[in-house]
C-alpha cells in the first residue's frame, strides 16, 4: 500500500494493522486501494474517537467493506477470533485491522494465524517489525483456548 496511507504494519500479504482511524484516515486508505476495515476498538474508548457506526457510513460510502469487532484484552474471547477469522477467510483486499495501537488486531491475527498452524514466535516477530508487542500472544491463545 502506498507510503500516504496512516501507519501501517503489514502482517501478511493483503492485511495490515493500524492504529486509531479517523475520517481522514478511512479516505486515505479508500484511495489507496483498501477494500475492508475490520475495526477492533469499542466505542468510546477514547474520548473524540470516531464512533463505528459513523466509520462504517464514511467507509461504505467510499466502497470499503466495514466490520465491527470491538475487543478488550480482558474480554478477548474465542467467539472473537471465530469472528476475525471469518472476516479474513470471505474478505476482499487488502485489509485494515484497527484499534487504537494495532496490538489487539495484530493480536487477533496472530491467534487465527496460530490456529491454520503459524509458528507464534514468527507471528510475534512479524508485529516486533513494526513496534507492535504481541509477546503474550501464546498465552493468550492457552487462556481462550
Known amino acids: 500500500?502506498?507510503?500516504?496511507?496512516?501507519?501501517?504494519?503489514e502482517?501478511?500479504?493483503g492485511i495490515c494493522a493500524a492504529g486509531a482511524l479517523g475520517r481522514a484516515d478511512i479516505e486515505a486508505l479508500a484511495a489507496s486501494g483498501v477494500h475492508t476495515?475490520?475495526?477492533?476498538r469499542p466505542d468510546g474508548e477514547d474520548p473524540?474517537?470516531?464512533p463505528a457506526a459513523e466509520a462504517r457510513a464514511v467507509?461504505?460510502?467510499?466502497g470499503i467493506a466495514y466490520h465491527h469487532i470491538p475487543v478488550t484484552g480482558p474480554s478477548l474471547s474465542r467467539a472473537d477470533v471465530d469472528a476475525f477469522a471469518a472476516v479474513l477467510a470471505g474478505a476482499q483486499t487488502p485489509i485494515v485491522a484497527h484499534c487504537r495501537s494495532g496490538t489487539r488486531s495484530s493480536l487477533?491475527?496472530?491467534?487465527?494465524?496460530?490456529?491454520?498452524?503459524a509458528d507464534?514466535?514468527?507471528l510475534v516477530a512479524t508485529a516486533a517489525r513494526y513496534g507492535i508487542d504481541i509477546a503474550a500472544?501464546?498465552?493468550i491463545a492457552a487462556r481462550i483456548g
Open 137 to 139: 500472544l501464546p498465552a
Open 37 to 40: 476495515i475490520i475495526n477492533n
Open 48 to 50: 473524540g474517537q470516531l
Open 120 to 122: 507464534p514466535a514468527a
Open 59 to 62: 467507509a461504505e460510502a467510499l
Open 108 to 117: 487477533l491475527w496472530g491467534l487465527v494465524r496460530m490456529r491454520e498452524g
Open 1 to 9: 500500500m502506498p507510503s500516504s496511507s496512516p501507519g501501517l504494519a
Open 11 to 13: 502482517l501478511a500479504p
